[in-house]
């Protein structure tokens, strides 16, 4: 949530700018345009692209069929067998602080900053719902004038205009300026006795004022702003908008007052004899007459010489911006309907598997550890333990958990499972629908009960180690078309490559070598969080799939951080791979810059951690 506010904060600061600069390439022209776009700017502020994305992706569902994703397979190959693993107690000291009092204060300062900003809010909207309540309860009391010289005036210049919504005339006690009380029925509050000292022509020029506020719906313009500035009080952008807008919205009258005839030499003197017998109104929305600047709206006034209309290219300019602010958002969603409305009907539609069969493992093989998603909606699992079916259920790596039992790794099941119908796979490295569905199978099966929490880790970025950009040998783009891959070895039951082989559309990670056929290197970076202790996020910028094979020795720290299986295996001092074995394999780091052309850079970030609460071993079935 707090990455979505700060995101749409810029997002609105950004458009914000760009208004602001056009306004100054429209400097010359009339104050309405440049009313419209600070407008706009304030709008923003209420309107998350977000919004217009999510608007997007629902009409991309109705006009694009679903995808159905990119189906992977991930393959462990171990040598030797399990041995039971101490679990060690989660560290007490994360950066030199008690990782306790490091959660508290975490959890302290959200709902801090939410009372701030809370109380400023409130406390904004209440100072200005007792002044709005104040004269409310003045424009009620004030006498209806039915006819008179204001009232005579006011007809015909509704007449000359074709105002449809007739102007109410309310003569108020209150010595307030002239001005527009309402949003949808206007009413005009006029301060008795200023007639007196107002010739016809000065009290035409009020009145045609006042009438262009009507027109435009100003008091409603500037409920919005102030509704703005209400949510986002602390953005010294909005309180600026708010007084641009003011500025450009008197501007806008004061030219159209002029454009109807109205003397600017008689029209300047209106507005100063208004300002002294009368206050300005408290609310921008109730428009008045003396707003803004008022020593450079007099000299603009007295100065005034008419404004250029907007050239062809500017209108061109102005809708094409517009155009693009909504239309590109709402094209992003589009684009991106088909896998948000995949995932979409997996979390719906695919809760749990319709059948599962949960057994331990035979024995047989303890050299093969495999988990694969295949067509049908079906999830086969072989020799797995619970470290690496609560890791895929959650896809997080095994440092992220906290609490698993002593047996983690000890224990190994078998699981035969299938949903209803046909599943989406969802996105590598993302809680999908087969995650869903094995999550439930974790609680009912073995009982298990896990929160989340986040806590602030290191963790590495995957770059591009080279500044061309160029790739390493070990890693090439790939041709293979997975769908009709996996569609043939659902037909055929082909069975995954033996170990060593390559797999054309899946993952397989031995002891000092990852092999991986169509793979993106955002399954490479998940898959080399097993190894660093740490999590690895994609910023390589590079898209598409890719054929990689990479070997590294298996020194110490590798060893250390290898999956469990794998860890198990060599630690027995089961035979190495030859990729394992060779003498002149570097270590993983030096091998992936200098076999696949990237590297990992240190960087901190916030990391979801699962507590284990509670689990048991499944009974057979």
């Known amino acids: 949530m707090t990455a979505e506010i700060f995101s749409h904060l810029w997002q609105s600061t950004a458009f914000a700018a760009v208004c602001a600069l056009a306004t100054l390439a429209l400097r010359n022209n009339r104050a309405q345009v440049r009313y419209a776009l600070w407008f706009a700017a304030s709008a923003k502020f209420l309107i998350p692209f977000e919004v217009l994305s999510r608007l997007g992706t629902a009409l991309g569902h109705w006009l694009l069929p679903p995808d159905a994703g990119h189906r992977f397979t991930m393959v462990l190959d171990v040598v030797g067998p399990p041995i039971v693993r101490t679990v060690v107690p ?66 015909r210049l509704e007449d000359d205009r074709r105002v449809s919504r007739r102007v109410i005339v309310l003569e108020s006690d209150l010595s307030i300026e002239p001005g527009v009380f309402g949003w949808f029925r206007p009413r005009l509050l006029w301060p008795r006795g200023i007639s007196a000292h107002l010739d016809d022509s000065q009290v035409e020029a009020i009145l045609a004022h006042e009438l262009s506020h009507v027109g435009r719906y100003d008091n409603l313009i500037a409920a919005v702003q102030m509704f703005v500035q209400a949510v986002f009080w602390f953005h010294p952008l909005v309180w600026w908008i708010g007084v641009r807008l003011v500025d450009e919205r008197e501007r806008a009258c004061d030219e159209d007052v002029l454009g109807c005839g109205s003397e600017p030499d008689v029209y300047a003197e209106s507005i100063l004899t208004t300002c002294r017998f009368a206050i300005e109104s408290p609310l921008t929305c109730v428009a008045g007459v003396t707003g803004a600047d008022l020593k450079r709206r007099i000299e603009t006034i007295l100065n005034h010489r008419g404004t250029k209309a907007l050239t062809v290219t500017k209108r061109a ?77 959650y896809a997080i790596q095994e440092f992220q958990i906290v609490g698993l039992p002593e047996w983690k790794d000890s224990e190994r099941f078998d699981i035969n499972a299938k949903a209803e119908r046909e599943v989406p796979p969802g996105q590598l490295g993302a809680v999908g629908p087969y995650q869903k569905m094995l999550q439930a199978l ?119 951080n290898a999956p469990g299986p794998m860890k198990a295996g060599a630690i027995a001092g089961a035979p190495p791979t030859d990729a394992a074995a060779a003498s002149d394999a570097p270590g993983l780091f030096t091998a992936l810059q200098e076999q696949l052309g990237l590297k990992l850079e240190s960087a901190h970030g916030a990391v979801d951690v699962l507590v284990i609460e509670h689990v048991d071993k499944p009974t057979p079935d």
């Not at 590109?328 to 589009?334: E, K, L, R, S, T």
């Not at 009960?449 to 890693?475: F, S």
């Not at 041709?479 to 069975?495: F, I, L």
């Not at 070997?551 to 250390?560: H, I, N, P, R, V």
Request: charged fraction near 20%.
């Open 90 to 155: 989660p560290a007490t000291r994360v950066f030199g602080v008690n990782a306790t009092a490091g959660s508290a204060l975490s959890a302290v300062i959200p709902g801090v900053i939410l009372a701030t900003w809370l109380v400023g809010t409130l406390l904004l909207a209440a100072r200005w719902v007792i002044q709005w309540y104040r004269l409310a309860r003045v424009a009620r009391c004030a006498r209806v004038i039915a006819e008179g010289r204001e009232v005579m005036i006011l007809r």
């Open 317 to 393: 300019v102005l809708m094409g911006a517009a155009a693009v602010a909504l239309a590109g958002p709402v094209g992003i969603g589009v684009v991106n309907a088909p896998r948000v409305q995949a995932q979409a009907d997996a979390s719906r539609s695919y809760d749990r598997f319709e059948v599962a069969s949960v057994k331990p493992n035979d024995g047989k093989d303890v050299r093969r550890v495999a988990m694969m998603m295949q067509p049908g909606g079906r999830l086969q699992a072989t020799n797995v333990p619970l470290s690496m079916l609560v890791r895929f259920a």
């Open 442 to 560: 974790l609680a009912d099966r073995f009982k298990l009960t896990a929160h989340l929490e986040k806590r602030e880790m290191p963790i590495y970025a995957l770059v591009a180690a080279r500044a061309d950009g160029r790739l390493g040998p070990g890693l090439r783009p790939s041709t293979v078309d997975c769908a009709a891959k996996m569609a043939e070895r659902a037909r055929q039951g082909v069975p995954p490559p033996p170990p060593g082989g390559l797999m054309q559309c899946g993952f397989r990670v031995g002891p000092g070598q990852m092999t991986g056929g169509s793979m993106p290197l955002a399954q490479l970076a998940t898959s080399l969080s097993n190894f660093v202790q740490r999590i690895v996020v994609d910023r390589t910028g590079i898209d598409g799939n890719f054929d990689l094979d990479l070997k590294y020795t298996l020194d110490q720290t590798t060893m250390a």
